[in-house]
């Protein structure tokens, strides 16, 4: 029998604070897949991550889109946001020495949480929005 | 002291006061609308240089990157002026503060297996 994919989808409106309420279906979703709580917490702070970045950096009312794809052994998450896009590959990775002098005055740490925290992260981002997928897998341990 | 409006996050920082030392308790989200309430409350404690600021983390339920560069610049700041930053009760939470690497900067519990 093929393996069965479930997917859920939920919009949002770009309002800070939103994210909570897909972060907790999500959360609930991983837990009943039998992601160890460790994992879940993971995904929850990707998730939320993804969420935030689509949500501050909105220049318009257009809502943001979090889809779940849900199979027998991994879970992927995507964001979809009509925000004015960025480049992925020009996000530099932390400097922990410069950080460790001078502190961190902005953001920049989002994508670079995200990437810890997931097993696969692609970022496709346009003029016309991005979408951040975020992939999990169930290690032989969880199954 | 409360940061709230209409489904946005909220902050409620407490303060408990030694000779040289402040226990900051946070309860809520330290998240991208909560973060300039979090940098104005904490800056007069440092400002008066305690020789250690406290954060306890054991109220809190949510955190973003911006909230753990917060927490580094106040461990940054308060480095610069003979003191330090210690976090306490990071539970769940640990790992992202460690990927951020507040343990670079700051007195956290130590995180078992944590690869950068």
Redesign the interface.
């Known amino acids: 029998m093929a393996e069965r994919l479930v997917k859920m989808q939920m919009t949002i409106p770009p309002?800070?604070?939103?994210e909570?309420v897909p972060v907790a279906a999500v959360e609930a979703l991983a837990a009943k897949m039998g992601f160890s709580?460790?994992r879940v917490?993971?995904i929850a702070?990707a998730l939320?991550?993804a969420c935030?970045n689509a949500i501050?950096y909105s220049e318009s009312d257009a809502d943001v889109e979090v889809i779940m794809l849900a199979r027998q052994n991994s879970l992927i998450l995507e964001v979809r946001d009509q925000g004015p896009g960025f480049e992925p590959d020009q996000v530099p990775a932390?400097n922990?020495e410069i950080?460790?002098?001078?502190?961190?005055?902005?953001?920049?740490?989002?994508i670079?949480?995200i990437k810890?925290?997931v097993d696969q992260l692609e970022i496709e981002s346009s003029k016309q929005g991005t979408v951040v997928r975020m992939s999990t897998f169930l290690s032989k341990s969880e199954n | 002291m409360t940061h709230s409006s209409f489904l946005q996050d909220e902050l409620k920082i407490s303060q408990q006061e030694d000779t040289n030392k402040v226990v900051l308790r946070l309860d809520g989200a330290l998240s991208a609308t909560t973060v300039p309430y979090f940098r104005q409350t904490v800056q007069p404690f440092l400002d008066r240089s305690f020789e250690e600021i406290i954060l306890d983390f054991s109220g809190v339920t949510k955190i973003v990157s911006r909230g753990v560069g917060a927490a580094i610049d106040v461990a940054v700041q308060i480095k610069k002026n003979g003191g330090k930053l210690r976090v306490e009760n990071i539970g769940k939470f640990s790992r992202s503060l460690y990927i951020q690497g507040v343990h670079l900067v700051a007195d956290v519990p130590e995180l078992e297996g944590f690869e950068p």
């Open positions: 309002i800070e604070g939103i909570d709580p460790d917490q993971d702070q939320t991550e935030v501050i932390p922990f950080i460790s002098e001078l502190g961190v005055k902005n953001g920049g740490f989002g670079h949480m810890a925290l």
